[in-house]
């Protein structure tokens, strides 16, 4: 089995990627950064994001695996005391993976230049370049409603403990494929309405976002930032590929957020 290792750069997690990379090549698994079999991702979530954006284009063959060595994070669930017994797990048992669901964006410009296709772990979000962002939403080909306001948020399951809690969303379980839209602070008044509440499309149903009056917008694909100019649309959907995580122990989701946002003393 190939494998490679992401580390967040910092000594602590430096450190931790030596060991495990050292352990593992004692147990005859092949490092390979190009083609690996599994990802080991040693640092926080913002880790594994970059993990996933660099293998991306081969979620089919790479699963997934964190070590956080700050707090627990979301993708990051093993802790530094237990890399031996993951080092033993990944070289002795044959893993079993954890599919989740990711956001497809595909951005059309003015004039019809190449489009652009992104894939999201946690969310896009769009924001106006001068001010308020201003964008007809169409839901399954349909207007639905004009939005006003700072921006507008579509995150995964697994991201909907994100920036999309933040915005008021709801925490949506990966096994759900679904995307969210959430509002960042709409004008809502006698003149301007927007729904006003989260909501959640299933995996058939595309969501398009279409320039009223200003072209720019600064587009947000999970911890990456680019500005696009003279957008046509943006399209939100469930994509077909997902992310696949390794699996050598239990970890509910419902879990992980009660460890995240409650209380982690038990
Ligand atoms: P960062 O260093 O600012 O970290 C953001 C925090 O989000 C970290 O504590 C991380 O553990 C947490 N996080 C990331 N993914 C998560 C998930 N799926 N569930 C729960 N918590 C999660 O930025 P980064 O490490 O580069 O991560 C980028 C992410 O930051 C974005 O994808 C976005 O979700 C998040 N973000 C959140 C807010 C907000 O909550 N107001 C604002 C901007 C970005």
């Given at each position: 089995?190939?494998?490679?290792?992401?580390?967040k750069?910092d000594?602590?997690?430096?450190?931790?990627?030596?060991?495990?990379?050292?352990?593992?090549?004692?147990?005859?698994?092949?490092?390979?950064?190009?083609?690996?079999?599994?990802?080991?991702?040693?640092?926080?979530?913002?880790?594994?994001?970059?993990?996933?954006?660099?293998?991306?284009?081969?979620?089919?063959?790479?699963?997934?695996?964190?070590?956080?060595?700050?707090?627990?994070?979301?993708?990051?669930?093993?802790?530094?005391?237990?890399?031996?017994?993951?080092?033993?797990?990944?070289?002795?048992?044959?893993?079993?993976?954890?599919?989740?669901?990711?956001?497809?964006?595909?951005?059309?410009?003015?004039?019809?230049?190449?489009?652009?296709?992104?894939?999201?772990?946690?969310?896009?979000?769009?924001?106006?370049?001068?001010?308020?962002?201003v964008?007809?939403?169409?839901?399954?080909?349909?207007?639905?409603?004009?939005?006003?306001?700072?921006?507008?948020?579509?995150?995964?399951?697994?991201?909907?403990?994100?920036?999309?809690?933040?915005?008021?969303?709801?925490?949506?379980?990966?096994?759900?494929?679904?995307?969210?839209?959430?509002?960042?602070?709409?004008?809502?008044?006698?003149?301007?309405?927007?729904?006003?509440?989260?909501?959640?499309?299933?995996?058939?149903?595309?969501?398009?976002?279409?320039?009223?009056?200003?072209?720019?917008?600064?587009?947000?694909?999970?911890?990456?930032?680019?500005?696009?100019?003279?957008?046509?649309?943006?399209?939100y959907?469930?994509?077909?590929?997902?992310?696949?995580?390794?699996?050598?122990?239990?970890?509910?989701?419902w879990?992980?957020?009660?460890?995240?946002?409650?209380?982690?003393?038990?």
């Amino acid at each position: 089995m190939k494998f490679a290792i992401t580390s967040k750069g910092d000594q602590k997690s430096n450190t931790l990627m030596h060991k495990m990379r050292t352990y593992l090549l004692d147990f005859e698994l092949i490092y390979d950064e190009d083609q690996p079999d599994i990802v080991i991702s040693i640092g926080g979530d913002g880790t594994l994001l970059y993990a996933f954006h660099r293998y991306s284009s081969r979620l089919d063959k790479t699963a997934f695996v964190g070590v956080h060595t700050g707090h627990l994070g979301f993708y990051a669930d093993w802790t530094p005391e237990e890399i031996e017994k993951l080092v033993i797990a990944i070289a002795k048992t044959p893993f079993q993976v954890v599919e989740y669901p990711l956001l497809e964006v595909i951005i059309r410009y003015q004039g019809g230049a190449k489009e652009s296709r992104y894939l999201a772990l946690n969310e896009s979000t769009v924001k106006g370049v001068e001010g308020t962002l201003v964008m007809d939403l169409e839901i399954r080909g349909e207007h639905f409603e004009r939005f006003r306001g700072d921006g507008l948020c579509m995150s995964t399951p697994s991201g909907s403990t994100a920036y999309n809690k933040a915005l008021g969303g709801a925490i949506i379980h990966p096994s759900i494929s679904a995307l969210q839209v959430a509002e960042m602070a709409s004008i809502n008044n006698r003149v301007f309405r927007t729904v006003g509440s989260p909501l959640i499309l299933p995996a058939h149903h595309t969501c398009m976002l279409k320039p009223v009056s200003h072209f720019d917008f600064q587009v947000t694909i999970d911890h990456l930032s680019y500005l696009h100019n003279d957008v046509k649309s943006i399209q939100y959907r469930v994509p077909e590929e997902k992310i696949r995580f390794v699996r050598f122990k239990p970890f509910p989701f419902w879990k992980r957020v009660h460890d995240s946002f409650i209380d982690d003393s038990d």
